[in-house]
């Protein structure tokens, strides 16, 4: 059974956004789902959400979407590896509670979900980077995927398409228009409502990738679809013709976790048995955070039973010298080849992407 939908206590509308006639499609969506708090705001600039209690300021934020204009520097389509070429932001914040949300360490502030009213500004900026990017563009083992380009790196665009109609926008988009080169749009969800994808003109140029894990981890990502929920959507994606995929994350290796992970295997495998022409992909990522990610979900998720112990880690740099906290070499080298070898065995079709 799909999950009931999300639907944020109120709606705050920004001016410049309540110009566009995507912003204000918004709003007449959350209206008729039945939201009564709708706010127009006579500046661009969003309210203070803070109380003074952090998981009152949390909750708040939590409930509560924004319609805005994204920025210049939103709209700038940035590298995102080892995932696409490129990202192309629809949105910024989730409505699921996931106590791992690796969002908590890259976004500032209350975690308040902004849709952006000006999809078609956004949508523009993409066929000047057709044939561009280092990822799957030009590359031998991923060049058949075109130009990829990210929806889901700040967001799960899926979990609030009912309320802004963005995903199903940027799916026709990528599926009907001349971009000037072979492109894929590519996103991940932990949702199950995708009864109005099905039958959008996608012509397999998005790929739909379910963010999928063991038991034992599902109980940590609250507000989503139960894991069964979203294989059975993966599947009726498929068998629209959508190209799709397994984002296993966060892979931590909890008690069992072989078992847990090989009866996950074989709930896709069961999933994906019979549908003609699979095009099916599997992308790996452990569990790693950032002291100032660790921070803020201590601080709205107080009494997790997450794991998140500096000791039981080593220590990487990123890129830029930031610090995350990964699992131990022996215990990536154990990860990875386990799932290397459970993959090739119980889901021969699935293409295996990349380890992170």
Known sequence: ?????????????????????????????????????????????????????????????????????????????????PSADWRVDLAEGCPAHCQYCYLAGSLGGPPITRAYANLDEILAAVPQHVGTGAVTSGTQARGHEGTTFEASCYTDPLGIEHLTGSLSAAITHFGTQDLGGPVQLRFTTKFDQVETLLGLPHNGRTRVRFSVNAAAVERFEGGTA??????????????????????????????????????????????????????????????????????????????????????????????????????PTPVMHELRSWFETALAQQLPAARFLYWT
């Open 1 to 81: 059974m799909t999950r009931s939908l999300w639907l944020p206590k109120r709606v705050l509308l920004t001016r410049s956004a309540s110009e566009l006639p995507h912003g204000r499609r918004i709003v007449d969506r959350c209206v008729a789902a039945g939201v009564q708090d709708v706010q127009l705001l006579r500046t661009d600039r969003l309210p203070s959400l803070a109380t003074g209690d952090e998981r009152a300021t949390y909750a708040t934020a939590k409930s509560t979407l924004a319609v805005v204009v994204a920025p210049p520097s939103k709209r700038k389509l940035q590298p995102i590896p």
């Open 226 to 327: 139960r894991m069964a929920g979203r294989l059975r959507a993966l599947r009726g994606l498929a068998l629209a013709g959508y190209p799709v995929g397994l984002t296993i994350a966060p892979i931590m290796p909890v008690e069992g976790w072989r078992e847990e992970y090989a009866a996950l295997l074989d709930a896709v495998a069961a999933a994906t048995a019979d549908v003609p022409g699979l095009d099916l992909t599997a992308e790996l990522i452990t569990h790693r955070f950032t002291p100032k990610s660790k921070e803020v979900l201590l601080g709205w998720y107080p009494r997790t039973k997450l794991e998140m112990d500096e000791d039981l880690r080593r220590q990487k740099r990123g890129k830029f010298g930031a610090l995350k906290h990964v699992y």
